[in-house]
């Protein structure tokens, strides 16, 4: 699977939008990119993943740059309660192996 | 649906000692998996199985076994406890994680060996 590199942390104002990058040069045509987030010491949640197009669901948006070595995951209007890490990876299924990196800490402030 | 159920939430046990951390789903997934995470650090995968039967090893597979003998349950085993598993434990399930589905974690087993 391709190696992601994440910022190590970031903060935004709640209410903003928060724009967690990830870049992720080596992916292949086949792998897809997921994004989790673990908050304080919970299980890790499933966020959003996608293969080329522009993603959005309820939780937030990803945007994938045309030649897929980089992505944005994006929290329209980020709360305190979306103090977490975000796991940006790239995997495709059939390997059965999702394996995390170190994330990014995204810090909400009021 | 429970979702992802880990036993027990913490475990204190002494070197040398055995256990089975539990792991059951009840949303008839066929993949489960094991990770560990230590402070700091993202999850390591340690076993995970593709369907009832079936198990392989991920990155860190040493000193734990795994069987998976019903599409239900997805049991840990130590044999022989370290301080280096001194660790917090997730379970994993996904309907198909071939076919990118998503993984469903459990809230995670903190395990200490002293």
């Known amino acids: 699977d391709a190696k992601t590199t994440q910022p190590t942390s970031m903060d935004c104002a709640e209410g903003r939008a928060a724009n967690l990058p990830c870049n992720h040069s080596?992916?292949?045509?086949?792998?897809?990119v997921y994004w989790y987030r673990q908050i304080h010491s919970q299980g890790p949640q499933y966020i959003i993943h996608?293969?080329?197009n522009n993603e959005t669901n309820e939780m937030a948006s990803l945007i994938i740059t045309e030649d897929r070595k980089s992505s944005t995951l994006i929290l329209p209007h980020a709360t305190l309660r979306d103090t977490a890490v975000y796991y940006c990876i790239v995997l495709t299924g059939a390997n059965s192996k999702l394996t995390f990196g170190k994330g990014i800490t995204l810090s909400v402030r009021p | 649906n429970a979702g992802v159920t880990q036993t027990p939430k913490f475990q204190v046990l002494k070197t040398g000692q055995s256990m089975t951390l539990q792991c059951a789903q009840d949303m008839n997934h066929e993949y489960m998996s094991w990770y560990r995470q230590d402070p700091g650090m993202g999850l390591r995968l340690i076993h995970y199985s593709v369907g009832a039967g079936i198990t392989d090893q991920g990155e860190v597979p040493n000193g734990y076994n795994v069987s998976r003998s019903t599409t239900e349950d997805f049991p840990l085993r130590l044999l022989s406890a370290a301080p280096s598993q001194t660790s917090v434990y997730f379970c994993?399930?996904?309907?198909?994680?071939?076919?990118?589905?998503?993984?469903?974690f459990g809230s995670g087993t903190q395990l200490s060996v002293l």
């Open positions: 996608g293969l080329k």
């Open positions: 994993a399930s996904s309907p198909d994680l071939a076919r990118n589905e998503k993984l469903f």
């Open positions: 080596t992916i292949s045509g086949n792998e897809y």
